[in-house]
C-alpha cells in the first residue's frame, strides 16, 4: 500500500525574508514530505495593516524572492506558494495533515481547526515554532527590520541599554555587570550597562533619547530591612523571569541566564536547525 505524502502548511507575509522565516520552512520541511506556503496579499495586507507597513514589498516581488529562496534551499522538494488572501489559505482545504506557525501566532492555528471543524475536516496537528531573538534578545521580526532595529539575522544595530537600579551599591552594579556579560549572548557586545544616580518613577525610562531595553530591580520582602536578597530583571512589559539570588559574579550570571531563558523563545545564534526530511 502507498503511503499517501504528507503536507504541511504555513502562511506569513515574507517580507525581508530573514532567520525566524527560514526557521519557520526549515521545520515544515522537516514535518512533511511536501509543503504548501500562503502569501499574504496587498489586499489583505491594507484590511490587515502591519507596522511600519508602508516598507512592505508588493506580493510579487515578497513571492518571488521567496521562490528563489525555496529553489536554491530545497531543490529537490515538493512545494508551492500561493496568494493568502483570508487569513486562512490552504490549510482549511482536504489534503494537508500539519500547520506550522509561530508562537506568536498560535492563536490563529487554533482559530484554523475551528474553521477546519466547521467544514468537517479533521483538526490539523499543530506545530508551534518558538520565536527567535535577535541580540537585543526581543523577537526577531520584518517590522523590527522595516524599522532598522536589528538586521535579518538577528544583530542589534543599536546599543541595548541595561539600567541598574541604584539602590544597589557600585560593587554590586560592577559585579552585575561582569555577569550579565558572561549571560548575555554573543558576550554582551552590544550590551551597555548603567547605574543612575538616583532612582526613577518608572522601570524603563527615556536616556539620551533611547529606552533602555531591561532594568534589573531589588526584591525585598515587605516590610523587611537590611540587605537586599533578590534580583528581579525587567523589561517595559514587566517582569523577565522569576527573581534570582544576590550572589558572586560567577553565580549571578547563571541566574541571569535562567531569567533570560524563559520567555519560550529562542536566541537566533543558538537554535537548532530541524532535520530535513526526505522527500516521499
Do not use: C
Not at 555587570?177 to 550590551?191: C, I, K
Not at 531591561?214 to 533578590?230: C, Q, S, T
Amino acid at each position: 500500500m502507498v503511503r499517501r505524502p504528507r503536507v504541511a502548511a504555513l502562511g506569513g507575509t515574507f517580507d525581508r525574508l530573514h532567520a525566524g522565516h527560514r526557521y519557520l520552512l526549515a521545520t515544515a520541511f522537516a514535518e512533511a514530505d511536501r509543503v504548501a506556503v500562503g502569501v499574504t496579499t496587498d489586499a489583505y495586507l491594507a484590511v490587515h495593516p502591519k507596522a511600519h507597513g508602508g516598507a512592505i514589498a508588493p506580493y510579487r516581488l515578497r513571492r518571488r524572492r521567496l521562490h528563489d529562496y525555496l529553489l536554491a534551499e530545497y531543490p529537490r522538494r515538493t512545494w508551492t506558494i500561493g496568494p493568502l488572501a483570508d487569513g486562512y489559505g490552504r490549510s482549511v482545504e482536504p489534503g494537508i495533515d500539519v500547520l506550522v506557525v509561530s508562537d506568536e501566532t498560535r492563536e490563529g492555528a487554533r482559530r484554523v481547526n475551528v474553521e477546519r471543524r466547521r467544514r468537517d475536516l479533521p483538526p490539523l496537528q499543530l506545530v508551534i515554532v518558538p520565536q527567535l531573538l535577535a541580540d537585543d534578545l526581543r523577537p526577531l521580526s520584518a517590522s523590527r527590520i522595516r524599522a532598522g532595529e536589528v538586521t535579518r539575522t538577528g544583530r542589534a544595530t543599536h546599543p541595548v541599554w541595561v539600567e541598574i537600579d541604584p539602590q544597589l551599591s557600585r560593587e554590586i552594579a560592577d559585579d552585575l555587570q561582569t555577569a550579565l556579560r558572561r549571560a548575555w549572548p554573543r558576550g554582551g557586545r552590544w550590551l551597555r550597562v548603567y547605574r543612575p544616580s538616583r532612582p526613577r518613577r518608572s522601570a524603563v525610562h527615556p536616556r539620551r533619547g533611547r529606552r533602555p531595553a531591561f532594568a534589573l530591580r531589588p526584591v525585598r520582602r515587605r516590610g523587611a530591612a537590611g540587605p537586599v536578597g533578590r534580583l528581579q530583571l525587567e523589561d517595559d512589559r514587566g517582569p523577565v523571569g522569576p527573581p534570582f539570588p544576590l550572589a558572586p559574579a560567577r553565580a549571578l550570571a547563571q541566574g541571569l541566564g535562567h531569567a533570560l531563558a524563559d520567555r519560550r523563545a529562542v536566541w537566533v545564534d543558538s537554535v537548532r536547525w530541524p532535520r530535513r526530511r526526505r522527500s516521499a
